[in-house]
């Protein structure tokens, strides 16, 4: 394996993206949806997650370390492409130049949201419950920082997971590639639907 | 623009222009006059036969590169008004005007329109791109190939390597070490050879190297701009596959993998 050192490192970047990243994303996204039924749903569903056992461990391994790692070789991956959609405007190079400016948008949006849930959270000792994230979801400026960062993180997550199924050789002909496309669209749908609606569950209160 | 009046006797041609490897590009206009069934390549021999600019200045002639004059070689390859295509089957009388001829100049640029691919015929060598069979004894004959196969292997085969799929790729140029879908739908042609398969293993082994099928990005656009229509992404897919299986093979296999 040492000798195919980059083939492996790009492979993992494309598992991780959808395992256990992906997973992770639609968990949160299914217990965000929770604020939709209300303040007390979400506190129940939230302080379910948060009373996990190991919930130190589980965070590092599921969810820190495999996306610190997806941001570092996305940021790479970014920089040594030459996008040229201007002259090439096919679907799939704009998908191409999209998931690359999804990638970007989506590294600040989570790098803030930890900082604003996980980090100093620690040293305010605040609990993050539904008022928690009411108030910060009520001011205007967050709100629209939020919609577009969820809308680029699960866009980022359904298009990856198009690359995903060629990367690993499960979508081959033109035919699977083209019906994955839609199948994804679906995913995208899908997926940001639980997103936005917890977000004006949070913002609107409705 | 007096162009458009005398459109059926003179081309207006724009060339973007380098006198050597490393000095900064610009661009120069032609007036050519207009032949029937022109094709691009005429009318740069036209601007060689009589090197002057718009201007009326005496200039040197363009320097490009050609071999076969009928797209099997490649090696005519430039962008023409924003496409890379071959130049020699570029015709006149289907492009709009003025036209623009820019070299491909995601490879290194000799002068003008010549471009160095060699960067392909090195990926080539790294990837095994051949059925070996020399020896210091006669083999005999070698596995047959079904004929469905044989056509279909066949298409594959039409690649020239002109370079228009790496000009296309987001991910060929020189940041990166990529060494673009050709050579990669290469493996997959000697990989399908019931001869060149004995050696599959090896070739699979080069794409997963530096600069291998793990740069690719899925941008698609090669197999938008291959002039010889190849499936080049899939491919691409085909041997993401294969080389998944040969790295799952390599680490958890056993020792037989050759």
Known sequence: ?206 | MEATKTKQETITIIVTRQNDPSSAPYEETFHVPYRENMNVISALMEIRRNPVNAEGKETTPIYWDMNCLEEVCGACSMVINGTPRQSCAALIDKLEQPIRLEPMATFPIIRDLAVDRSQMFDSLKKVKAWVPIDGTYDLGPGPRMPEKKRQWAYELSKCMTCGVCLEACPNVNDKSDFIGPAPISQVRLFNSHPTGAMNKGERLEALMGEGGIGSCGNSQNCVQVCPKGIPLTTSIAEMNRATNIQSFKNFFGSDTNY
């Open chain 1, 1 to 206: 394996m040492n000798e195919n050192r980059e083939f492996f490192y790009r492979r993992l970047h494309s598992l991780l993206g959808v395992l256990p990243i992906g997973i992770f994303l639609i968990q949160h996204l299914v217990i965000n949806h929770f604020a939709a039924y209300g303040s007390g749903s979400f506190n129940t569903a939230a302080g379910f997650m948060h009373n996990l056992p190991f919930r130190f461990v589980l965070e590092w391994i599921v969810i820190y370390i495999p996306i610190l790692y997806h941001a570092i070789l996305g940021v790479y991956i970014v920089l040594t492409g030459k996008n040229n959609t201007r002259r090439y405007g096919y679907f799939r190079n704009l998908m191409f130049l999209l998931q690359r400016i999804t990638g970007i948008v989506t590294l600040i949006f989570i790098a803030w949201h930890v900082y604003q849930t996980r980090v100093i959270t620690i040293f305010t000792q605040e609990t993050i419950d539904f008022d928690f994230m009411e108030a910060i979801l009520t001011q205007p400026f967050f709100f629209w920082f939020y919609l577009i960062g969820v809308i680029s993180t699960t866009f980022h997550f359904a298009n990856g997971l198009w690359s995903f199924l060629v990367t690993w050789g499960i979508t081959v002909s033109p035919r699977s590639q083209r019906i994955a496309t839609y199948a994804t669209l679906l995913v995208f749908l899908g997926v940001t639907y639980l997103g936005v609606r917890s977000l004006l569950a949070f913002g609107m209160g409705v």
